[in-house]
């Protein structure tokens, strides 16, 4: 299986705070993974040094085999590499297919005029009827064609955290790193979305990377592996069943408040 994702001996501090002390993994093609680790041991902060988003204090990340330690975010976008933010991002005021229209923030063709361009235009020209026709898909894939016409300010969390991947899908990534999208989204519909994105990875043989802070709800998915964070290091990585055999995890986290329980039924 070859590798998709490198990540060799990655630190960041922020100021005297070291969010993310030295971290080493690697993402295959077709994985999906799951990271997880209490609040604040720098989950997030990986995905922002991992997508360009914040200048690393030390390491290399390789993304397709190429080493991207210092490029932007819209050039590592272009390799195929696609990410969403752990807070949802949409436009409350427009439906939920004109949501997937626009590009995402921090990404090719996000400046305020081209997504006037692309909302305004008269005529819709064949790219732009390809991308219609790829945002049905995309909500086809996720099971939720019916919510197209829907103004996203009326979708339930949990259904704006789909529109949130839906809109993560449109630039058919070959690596989707997801920040918690199912924090706070009731069992059921949880349960749905790791559900769709293990038929996707399956179906297209993309890789997912996903973070939940949930060890109970996670070792139940179907995730292939997982890794581990605490405290800004990789306590462990393996597979479902490794992690939940593993004394030291059991000990730091499985049962503890922090890590289990908080998936609303
Ligand atoms: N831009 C920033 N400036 C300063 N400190 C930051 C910044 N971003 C994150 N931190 C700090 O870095 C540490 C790691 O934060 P991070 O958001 O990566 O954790 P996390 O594992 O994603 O946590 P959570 O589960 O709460 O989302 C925290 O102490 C946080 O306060
Ligand atoms: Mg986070």
Request: hydrophobic share 40%; net charge negative; glycine share 10%.
């Amino acid at each position: 299986m070859s590798s998709v994702l490198k990540v060799e001996g990655l630190r960041k501090e922020f100021g005297g705070l070291v969010a993310v002390q030295d971290i080493s993994f690697d993402i295959g093609e077709g994985e999906f993974v799951g990271l997880i680790g209490p609040n604040g041991c720098g989950k997030s902060t990986t995905f922002n040094c991992i997508s360009g988003l914040l200048h690393k204090t030390a390491g290399t990340v390789e993304i397709f085999g190429k080493d991207v330690t210092e490029h932007r975010p819209d050039q590592i976008q272009n390799l195929g590499l696609t990410r969403t933010f752990q807070h949802t991002r949409l436009w409350r005021q427009m439906t939920v297919i004109e949501n997937l229209l626009v590009p995402p923030r921090h990404q090719f063709g996000s400046s305020f005029s081209d997504r006037i361009k692309a909302l305004l235009a008269p005529k819709l020209n064949q790219q732009e009827s390809d991308r219609l026709e790829k945002a049905y898909s995309v909500l086809d894939q996720l099971e939720v064609p019916h919510m197209a016409h829907n103004l996203t300010s009326e979708l339930s969390g949990g259904q704006s955290k789909l529109v949130d991947i839906g809109r993560s899908m449109m630039g058919d990534p070959r690596l989707l790193l997801l920040d918690e999208p199912v924090a706070g989204v009731a069992g059921p519909l949880a349960m749905k979305i790791f559900n769709n994105l293990r038929n996707i990875v399956d179906e297209t043989g993309i890789s997912i990377l996903i973070i939940e802070h949930n060890m109970d709800f996670i070792l139940r998915q179907g995730v292939d592996r997982i890794i581990v964070m605490n405290e800004g290091r990789v306590l462990m990585q393996g597979t479902p069943e490794e992690v939940r055999n593993n004394r030291q995890v059991v000990e730091a986290y499985l049962g503890s408040d922090g890590m289990s329980g908080d998936v609303e039924e």
